[in-house]
């Protein structure tokens, strides 16, 4: 019989509408029925991706004994990560404050009130390696809370003071500066693998967004020190395991430092935030690698996670069946020596074996190898390489398929614009720029749809039920200006404008800090508000960002006042812990070259708009469009005649311009970073 979780859109939860566990779904109704009943809540967090959430929903969730336990003493409420961000957030900073580690999935025990008490992640059904037993933990906190109900309640109480005492006043004083973004460059390259590229030890995770602040250094000071770090980690993801080489796009992690064998799920927003990074990457070197890596990952999001309504869906799954029947992680992905004899025939796979780093031991589980380009075969007939690739690709789509959570979630959409957009542009795709502008058109309709808020999901186009979150407004932000920015059409402004006028209203507090739920969203035991990335830009640094672009296209002194208030926690975190803030940084490398403003009196796609779109200078807005109308679609064309009835180019910052162009090769050095000044 079917849960109250039938009447869910997340897949993650759809996964476990079957379960003999009586679910609730995240409500106030579930914490109502915990106090009539007087039993804690049993808090479960994970999502459809997550390979250890199957594991555990199938070793104890879908166990009878188990769940008849969890029905009897607990009301049991289970939450996809993905569509409520800030219950797991403050359940996780618990965790983490409790436990020194956390993960998913995350199991925590709540009182009627949502105050926790007992946490953990994942519960196996034995006790093993110095861990309880799930049942020996539903035993003990069910004998604690009836028999030393005190003792919860003073836990229970701790913790949230604790949680209450985290609070961050303000974002820091001042906007950070050269001395705080030279710190920061200085820990990265102390934090640096030299060997393997990236930065720490395994596991290893893609930093999209360190990178981007490195980018963005170079362009601004001509460090070629910045620049080598981006590159060679770039180069060293693109040849690594963490990189499909048959299909495109990357997968969530690195379990190794280098790069070797993957976490195989394939997150959205990683390939999204990566697709760009490429993209960028070429636009500061010419590499033929990081372009083809752009593009290959621009197309896998295409093919892979487009839904029909022209969004994107969040993830794949890591495990899918292999030969046998058995769900196995990286089943679909990974190949022996005998499975490339098969298909290729012995020539070409022997050529194989070398070429993509496939030995008879394996480099992951049972005699398997993750396909990666170690260098070792030497120069290479690219026409032999294209037709195995191709005939391993083919052979691939045979196989059992890893599962697709169907789910639009806003941010990473509006990061998947920004980069469709860009990468379409720089490389003459327009059917990139084109699924960029379906996919924003699909959060128009749904996610804003009549009720002018963001909502935070949408699946079979139709909007979820969750309030968006800072970054859901800070990301589609982003990606509504970069495609303004690439078709000219000043709609995609106004909306980022109106998002941008929620996060002032909404969203900010005293002192420029921000939080990541709005003033008159559901109250928490906190009040959420994270100014560090995680596999995402922070909602803090990406709507600071998202402020400062628009305020450099419009003028708008209030957003440039709020972007530089949310930025001042980048000068107190960012020469501390620079890894875990890239895109404050970023942010802050755009504020202190300007941002640069460019308008093109011209028409979009010409040749003066394409050299805009080029330009390195950090955070540089562009707005492009002929005719008397075009002032009307961007402020910054206002005024802005043609010179001797040429396509002609400004470029402003600080309010001060120089000298308008009809020549590309002038405009392409007035933005070329340094030198440009």
Same mark, same amino acid.
């Given at each position: 019989?079917?849960?109250?979780?039938?009447?869910?859109?997340?897949?993650?939860?759809?996964?476990?509408?079957?379960?003999?566990?009586?679910?609730?779904?995240?409500?106030?109704?579930?914490?109502?029925?915990?106090?009539?009943?007087?039993?804690?809540?049993?808090?479960?967090?994970?999502?459809?991706?997550? &390979?250890?959430?199957?594991?555990?929903?199938?070793?104890?969730?879908?166990?009878?004994?188990?769940?008849?336990?969890?029905?009897?003493?607990?009301?049991?409420?289970?939450?996809?990560?993905?569509?409520?961000?800030?219950?797991?957030?403050?359940?996780?900073?618990?965790?983490?404050?409790?436990?020194?580690?956390?993960?998913?999935?995350?199991?925590?025990?709540?009182?009627?009130?949502?105050?926790?008490?007992?946490?953990?992640?994942?519960?196996?059904?034995?006790?093993? &390696?110095?861990?309880?037993?799930?049942?020996?933990?539903?035993?003990?906190?069910?004998?604690?809370?009836?028999?030393?109900?005190?003792?919860?309640?003073?836990?229970?109480?701790?913790?949230? /003071?604790?949680?209450?005492?985290?609070?961050?006043?303000?974002?820091?004083?001042?906007?950070?500066?050269?001395?705080?973004?030279?710190?920061?460059?200085?820990?990265?390259?102390?934090?640096?693998?030299?060997?393997?590229?990236?930065?720490?030890?395994?596991?290893?995770?893609?930093?999209?967004?360190?990178?981007?602040?490195?980018?963005?250094?170079?362009?601004?000071?001509?460090?070629?020190?910045?620049?080598?770090?981006?590159?060679?980690?770039?180069?060293?993801?693109?040849?690594?395991?963490?990189?499909?080489?048959?299909?495109?796009?990357?997968?969530?992690?690195?379990?190794?430092?280098?790069?070797?064998?993957?976490?195989?799920?394939?997150?959205?927003?990683?390939?999204?935030?990566?697709?760009?990074?490429?993209?960028?990457?070429?636009?500061?070197?010419?590499?033929?690698?990081?372009?083809?890596?752009?593009?290959?990952?621009?197309?896998?999001?295409?093919?892979?996670?487009?839904?029909?309504?022209?969004?994107?869906?969040?993830?794949?799954?890591?495990?899918?069946?292999?030969?046998?029947?058995?769900?196995?992680?990286?089943?679909?992905?990974?190949?022996?020596?005998?499975?490339?004899?098969?298909?290729?025939?012995?020539?070409?796979?022997?050529?194989?074996?070398?070429?993509?780093?496939?030995?008879?031991?394996?480099?992951?589980?049972?005699?398997?190898?993750?396909?990666?380009?170690?260098?070792?075969?030497?120069?290479?007939?690219?026409? $032999?390489? /294209?037709?195995?690739?191709?005939?391993?690709?083919?052979? $691939?789509?045979?196989?059992?398929?890893?599962?697709?959570?169907?789910?639009?979630?806003?941010?990473?959409?509006?990061?998947?614009?920004?980069?469709?957009?860009?990468?379409?542009?720089?490389?003459?795709?327009?059917?990139?720029?084109?699924?960029?502008?379906?996919?924003?058109?699909?959060?128009?309709?749904? &996610?804003?749809?009549?009720?002018?808020?963001?909502?935070?999901?949408?699946?079979?186009?139709?909007?979820?039920?969750?309030? =968006?979150?800072?970054?859901?407004?800070?990301?589609?932000?982003?990606?509504?200006?970069?495609?303004?920015?690439?078709?000219?059409?000043?709609?995609?402004?106004?909306?980022?404008?109106?998002?941008?006028?929620?996060?002032?209203?909404?969203?900010?507090?005293?002192?420029?800090?921000?939080?990541?739920?709005?003033?008159?969203?559901?109250?928490?035991?906190?009040?959420?508000?994270?100014?560090?990335?995680?596999?995402?830009?922070?909602?803090?640094?990406?709507?600071?960002?998202?402020?400062?672009?628009?305020?450099?296209?419009?003028?708008?002194?209030? &957003?440039?006042?709020?972007?530089?208030?949310?930025? =001042?926690?980048?000068?107190?975190?960012?020469?501390?812990?620079?890894?875990?803030?890239?895109?404050?940084?970023?942010?802050?490398?755009?504020?202190?070259?300007?941002?640069?403003?460019?308008?093109?009196?011209?028409?979009?796609?010409?040749?003066?708009?394409?050299?805009?779109?080029?330009?390195?200078?950090?955070?540089?807005?562009?707005?492009?469009?002929?005719?008397?109308?075009?002032?009307?679609?961007?402020?910054?064309?206002?005024?802005?005649?043609?010179?001797?009835?040429?396509?002609?180019?400004?470029?402003?910052?600080?309010?001060?311009?120089?000298?308008?162009?009809?020549?590309? =090769?002038?405009?392409?050095?007035?933005?070329?970073?340094?030198?440009?000044?």
């Amino acid at each position: 019989m079917a849960n109250r979780l039938a009447q869910t859109t997340s897949p993650y939860l759809l996964q476990h509408v079957d379960n003999p566990v009586d679910w609730w779904p995240w409500s106030p109704e579930a914490f109502e029925e915990a106090r009539r009943r007087d039993v804690p809540v049993l808090l479960s967090v994970g999502y459809a991706a997550c &390979h250890w959430c199957h594991v555990m929903a199938h070793e104890s969730f879908e166990d009878e004994a188990t769940a008849a336990y969890m029905n009897e003493h607990f009301v049991s409420v289970k939450v996809d990560r993905e569509e409520r961000p800030d219950v797991d957030a403050v359940y996780m900073e618990a965790v983490q404050a409790a436990t020194g580690h956390g993960g998913w999935p995350m199991t925590v025990f709540l009182t009627a009130d949502g105050e926790p008490f007992y946490f953990g992640t994942y519960f196996p059904p034995e006790a093993r &390696h110095g861990s309880p037993s799930f049942r020996q933990v539903l035993e003990g906190v069910a004998a604690a809370w009836k028999d030393r109900r005190d003792e919860v309640a003073e836990v229970a109480g701790r913790i949230v /003071a604790d949680l209450a005492g985290r609070s961050l006043v303000h974002g820091g004083d001042g906007v950070p500066g050269e001395s705080e973004v030279a710190q920061a460059l200085l820990g990265l390259t102390r934090e640096y693998d030299e060997q393997h590229g990236g930065f720490g030890g395994a596991p290893k995770f893609p930093p999209s967004m360190a990178v981007e602040f490195l980018l963005r250094h170079y362009a601004r000071t001509g460090s070629e020190g910045a620049l080598q770090m981006a590159a060679d980690t770039c180069a060293a993801m693109a040849r690594g395991g963490i990189y499909d080489q048959l299909g495109g796009g990357f997968a969530r992690y690195s379990v190794d430092r280098e790069w070797i064998v993957p976490h195989f799920e394939k997150m959205l927003y990683d390939n999204a935030l990566l697709c760009r990074v490429y993209a960028h990457l070429w636009r500061a070197t010419g590499s033929d690698e990081a372009r083809r890596i752009a593009l290959e990952t621009a197309d896998f999001m295409v093919r892979e996670l487009r839904t029909a309504e022209g969004g994107f869906a969040s993830a794949l799954d890591a495990d899918s069946e292999d030969a046998d029947g058995r769900h196995v992680e990286g089943a679909y992905y990974v190949w022996t020596p005998a499975q490339l004899r098969e298909v290729l025939g012995e020539d070409d796979a022997a050529f194989a074996a070398v070429y993509y780093g496939v030995t008879e031991d394996g480099t992951f589980e049972e005699g398997a190898s993750v396909l990666r380009l170690p260098g070792d075969a030497g120069p290479v007939d690219a026409d $032999r390489v /294209a037709d195995v690739r191709a005939r391993l690709l083919a052979a $691939r789509e045979q196989r059992s398929r890893p599962g697709r959570d169907d789910k639009v979630v806003a941010a990473w959409n509006g990061l998947a614009v920004a980069a469709l957009a860009e990468t379409g542009a720089y490389f003459d795709r327009p059917d990139l720029v084109e699924r960029a502008t379906e996919a924003a058109d699909l959060l128009v309709r749904v &996610h804003l749809g009549e009720v002018a808020r963001l909502t935070r999901t949408s699946k079979d186009g139709r909007a979820g039920d969750n309030a =968006g979150v800072l970054e859901d407004y800070g990301d589609v932000a982003e990606g509504f200006l970069a495609l303004a920015a690439v078709t000219g059409e000043g709609a995609w402004l106004e909306f980022a404008g109106f998002l941008l006028d929620i996060v002032l209203e909404q969203f900010t507090g005293e002192g420029g800090q921000l939080y990541d739920t709005a003033h008159d969203a559901e109250q928490l035991i906190r009040r959420p508000q994270d100014p560090t990335d995680s596999a995402t830009p922070s909602g803090w640094t990406a709507a600071a960002g998202a402020l400062l672009s628009y305020a450099a296209y419009t003028g708008s002194e209030p &957003h440039r006042t709020a972007a530089e208030g949310a930025l =001042g926690v980048v000068k107190a975190l960012g020469p501390r812990v620079p890894r875990f803030v890239g895109w404050g940084l970023a942010v802050a490398e755009a504020l202190l070259d300007g941002p640069r403003e460019v308008a093109v009196a011209g028409p979009v796609g010409g040749e003066l708009h394409r050299t805009a779109l080029l330009g390195r200078a950090p955070g540089a807005v562009v707005a492009a469009g002929e005719g008397p109308g075009a002032g009307a679609e961007f402020p910054l064309l206002v005024d802005r005649p043609l010179v001797g009835g040429q396509p002609t180019a400004y470029v402003c910052r600080h309010f001060v311009c120089s000298a308008p162009t009809t020549n590309a =090769g002038e405009l392409a050095a007035a933005l070329a970073g340094p030198a440009g000044g």
